[in-house]
């Protein structure tokens, strides 16, 4: 069984920078390394439906952006760390949400539904 937790939400003023980190680990017996899978960072405010944010492909060679964070927002791996991060410049108060990743098999998506794991989410407050 896959298990990801994001940690590096807090509270920031607007233009400041965070950097979530995404942690995946998986059963012994799964046979599926981080490696193997596309990686996406979506974020949810509260009343709104889960909104794509990043993707990144297995191996850090391709990543995509949603328009809102286009130019502000970065996404990286580390496959020997098992981790995924998402840095955020620029912060604006709308970027407020809970970020959750997901980790999809071999291939990258914008879309929620297409993402097989969750972890359970980092809240991020950007005050004005």
């Known amino acids: 069984q896959v298990q990801l937790v994001e940690s590096g939400g807090g509270l920031v003023q607007a233009g400041g920078s965070l950097r979530l980190s995404c942690a995946f680990s998986?059963?012994?017996?799964?046979?599926?390394?981080?490696?193997?899978?596309?990686m996406g960072w979506f974020h949810q405010a509260p009343g709104k439906e889960r909104e794509f944010v990043s993707t990144?492909?297995?191996?850090?060679?391709?990543?995509y952006y949603g328009e809102s964070v286009k130019g502000r927002f970065t996404s990286s791996r580390d496959n020997g760390k098992n981790t995924v991060y998402l840095q955020m410049n620029s912060l604006k108060p709308e970027d407020t949400a809970v970020y959750f990743c997901?980790?999809?098999?071999?291939?990258?998506?914008?879309?929620?539904?297409?993402?097989?794991?969750w972890g359970q989410g980092t809240q991020v407050t950007v005050s004005s």
């Open positions: 997901a980790a999809r098999w071999f291939r990258d998506s914008s879309l929620a539904a297409e993402y097989d794991y």
């Open positions: 990144i492909s297995w191996n850090g060679g391709s990543t």
């Open positions: 998986e059963g012994a017996i799964s046979g599926r390394p981080f490696s193997n899978f596309a």
